[in-house]
């Protein structure tokens, strides 16, 4: 086993707000024109000692450890805050191995699931850091279409919930499905629907000689989605900006629309929105004597050689980013929102009622990426592009779940 040596980190201390605000002794700032308090976090408890080319998962144990999925070093580390690091078993394609992790996310009885890209399947390691069952990413068959099962969720019957495009992987459709697989029994359910950013699609050439690009509209509206242990789905919704719970049984819990300032776009933002460009998969086949082998990878993020007078930009930014749900462990949703270029992370705190209770910003220059049952896992970024990961304290938030 690697070992790994860890130190307490000291955190940054988030700068001063706008003079509207106003900084009370517990730590809440209530800004005169909102109606909720806006919330910061306080100096990191411990820090990752090593920076990571690729943290793609981060999940924090029952025992407070920590699991590290480093893609780009093929590693998944488990971190005892003040105690060290190992690397969790080895590296191939046998049952108790792995070669490309991505996502971690938790699953009953202590069980974790792992994204494993480099094999193309999903594996459950047991809560005593064992590997058991195994399912494929790919889904169905190429005849009649394939699902990418890439989790985005998962709640505590087992359940696995991903977006599944309604028109296949190469589809232009502005919707998707909210799925959810059942590990028990192989099936797939749909859970809800949501709105996808749009696309640009251009075709060239001729019958025998046709070339298709498709490629993202800067800035266009999009819904955003996560999953809470219990199973609710949550959606913030891009019309009409508001919370939406979709409970296991089909209920919906509607929140109040929420007014907002649209951020207007300025070139850093082109830059921004250029650089965060890739991640998507690679999907590769391969014959290695025995049949075809499937595996995947993230392409490297960043337009390469675009320029942004290649888009046509909006004036303005929609509410949200991609990807801007995250649930914690009280099951409150954080909806990420959108800020000029450079400015701190903001998001919107909102309980089981879909009702805004509180914003928090984020230290500067960190991103959330993962929460604790009483923790927020930040990552910070480097010059050379290396990840450091920080363990914060939950700031107090007001109201209930």
Known sequence: MTKTNTALGSGVIPFGLAAAMVLSPAGVRVAAAQDVPRVSFGPAVAAFEDGLGSMRGVRELEDGRVLIADGFGAAVIVWTPAAGADTLTNTGQGPEEYRTPDG????????????DLGNARLTRIEADLGFSETWPIAQGAPNTGMTMMIPVGTDREGGIYFQQRLDGMAGTSDSAAVARFDPATGEISEAGRVRLAAQKRTESGDANNRSVSIRPVPFSDQDSWNVAWDGRVAIARADDYRLEWMGPAGSVTRGPEIPYEPVR?????????????????????????????????????????????????????????????????????????????????????????????????????????????????????????????????????????
């Open 265 to 401: 776009v300025g070139r850093a933002d082109q830059d921004e929105w250029l650089e965060g460009l890739g991640g998507g998969l690679r999907v590769e086949m391969t014959d290695d004597g025995g049949g075809m082998r499937m595996s995947m990878s993230r392409a490297s993020s960043g337009a390469g050689d675009a320029d942004p007078s290649d888009f046509e930009w909006p004036d303005v930014k929609p509410v949200i980013p991609a990807a801007a749900v995250e649930i914690d462990a009280e099951g409150r949703a954080w909806v990420r929102r959108h800020v000029r270029a450079g400015e701190v992370h903001l998001y919107d705190v909102f309980d089981a009622r879909g009702q805004r209770i509180a914003q928090v910003e984020l230290p500067e220059d960190r991103r959330l990426v993962a929460f604790g049952a009483e923790s927020a896992y930040l990552v910070r970024s480097d010059e050379f592009d290396f990840a450091w990961l920080e363990r914060y304290s939950m700031p107090a938030l007001p109201g209930a779940r």
């Open 104 to 115: 971690l996310f938790p699953l009953p009885d202590g069980g974790t699931l792992l994204v």
